[in-house]
């Protein structure tokens, strides 16, 4: 017969609650300046329009949910012996809830992204009517009452139970199952569920779709080669190379979250599903090994809800770039204050007004053409002379410049021969 504590002896144990000490303040700190300023970038004038944007800046806010409801309630348990859970049996329920329903929530809205892409990627003519405000709201709440229905078992399982020992004292069990046929449904079949909704459904849609958006940016690349003629390859490669460019970024950018995803997440997942079996007869030992292993599975899951800030740097290029500007606002004051020279100024503005001139004339109105962005085509098919007034144009004359002056030198010369031949 063992005795109920021989376990906290072992190493393992003890280095479990060393990882529960110590790790979850780095985690919250990281992962609430992360969201943070995730956030502010996403809520930027130039990109809150996406409806990406409003995707992730509802995950960072779901986020922050996660490591204040999850995983700073253990680390206050480890640290200071007290559990949130123990103050009332409302608040036992509700936090629960709260913590599956977020931990869930984070994880689909990964799947509303992705559909968006592969509808941008697959369905770009209708994606603007498709891909709204107005339907990416409606999902989002969608989502949000699917998750606290699913979870919503927990608001009416777990109780405060008060247990009448052998020598007639009574205690009261905090946090405990309502009764043995829920004891057995939270144990054995929640699990399963669970591991369904917050890993297996997500990780699926997720790998389907990104290889959907890579299968066809990898096709829209050939054909976009294959298309190209020599003679105006330079311009119009460069327009397709940046959609394509915005397209790989935003497609790297979301690999680059479901791989973390599924790395974090699927551990914990199965975790909870071999820990009933994995606790019968267990030893000493054994339940000090799974208490380690039990903290392990979770700083890799709350490392999920951390650092994706650090994700969106390393792999969106223009959420690294909306970065670099919020960073560098006041330097950008400055240069838009006058400090800019005065030929340089001159060359931007002129070089933006031909472009707006000509991107109203264009009788496609396309939103690619509209943009100040727009890819820079010879002067025969821009329809617009070039920019004298760039540096680099000072000693470069360009064709359609150099015909017009040998046309003046031929009209000169015929006027100079006429006039000698009227003389004679």
């Known amino acids: 017969m063992f005795n109920a504590s021989d376990f906290k002896t072992y190493g393992l144990y003890k280095a479990g609650v060393l990882i529960w000490k110590v790790v979850p ?124 229905v699913l979870n919503g078992h927990i608001l009416f399982g777990m109780i405060y139970e008060t247990v009448v020992k ?51 940016v990898l096709k829209s690349q050939r054909k976009t ?23 790989s970024s935003m497609t790297a950018m979301l690999f680059t979250l479901n791989v973390v995803f599924l790395v974090s997440t699927s551990p914990v997942s199965i975790y909870n599903i071999g820990y009933t079996y994995w606790m019968t007869d267990a030893t000493p030992a054994k339940i000090a090994r799974l208490d380690f292993w039990w903290a392990v599975v979770n700083m890799f899951m709350y490392t999920n809800n951390s650092l994706n800030f650090l994700l969106y740097c390393l792999s969106g290029t223009k959420f690294r770039r909306e970065v670099i500007k919020m960073f560098s606002r006041k330097q950008s004051v400055g240069l838009a204050a006058g400090n800019v020279p005065v030929s340089q100024s001159n060359y931007t503005r002129t070089r933006f007004e031909s472009a707006t001139r000509s991107n109203s004339a264009s009788p496609n109105g396309s939103p ?12 025969d098919e821009q329809g617009t002379m070039p920019n004298t007034l760039h540096p ?12 017009a002056s040998d046309d003046d030198d031929d009209d000169e010369q015929n006027n100079e021969d006429e006039e000698a031949t009227s003389k004679v």
Not at 202 to 213: Q, S, T, W, Y
Not at 368 to 379: F, I, K
Not at 393 to 401: E, H, I, K, Q, V
């Open 25 to 148: 303040p780095i985690l919250i700190l990281l992962g609430t300046l992360g969201n943070i300023l995730s956030i502010f970038v996403l809520t930027r004038k130039s990109i809150r329009a996406s409806t990406t944007a409003l995707y992730l800046t509802v995950l960072a806010f779901s986020d922050l949910v996660v490591l204040y409801s999850g995983l700073l309630r253990q680390w206050i348990l480890f640290l200071f012996g007290e559990d949130v859970r123990q103050v009332s049996e409302g608040g036992c329920k509700l936090h629960m809830w709260l913590v599956y329903s977020s931990l869930d929530f984070s994880a689909w809205i990964l799947i509303a992204v992705t559909l968006e892409r592969v509808i941008s990627a697959w369905l770009p003519h209708n994606a603007k009517t498709i891909c709204t405000k107005k339907s990416a709201i409606a999902f989002l709440i969608g989502i949000a009452v699917f998750i606290f």
């Open 166 to 216: 052998d020598d007639g004292t009574t205690k009261v069990v905090k946090c405990t199952e309502i009764n043995v046929q829920y004891y057995n449904f939270f144990n054995k079949v929640w699990p399963w569920i669970d591991l369904c909704a917050f890993c297996v459904i997500p990780f699926a849609v997720i790998v389907v779709g990104n290889a959907l958006i890579l299968f066809k």
């Open 225 to 247: 080669k294959a298309a190209v003629v020599p003679a105006v390859a330079g311009g119009r490669a460069r327009g397709a190379g940046g959609t394509q460019g915005k397209q």
């Open 368 to 379: 690619h053409m509209n943009s100040t962005r727009a890819p820079c085509l010879p002067p």
């Open 392 to 403: 680099s144009m000072a000693l470069t004359m360009t064709p359609s410049l150099k015909q």
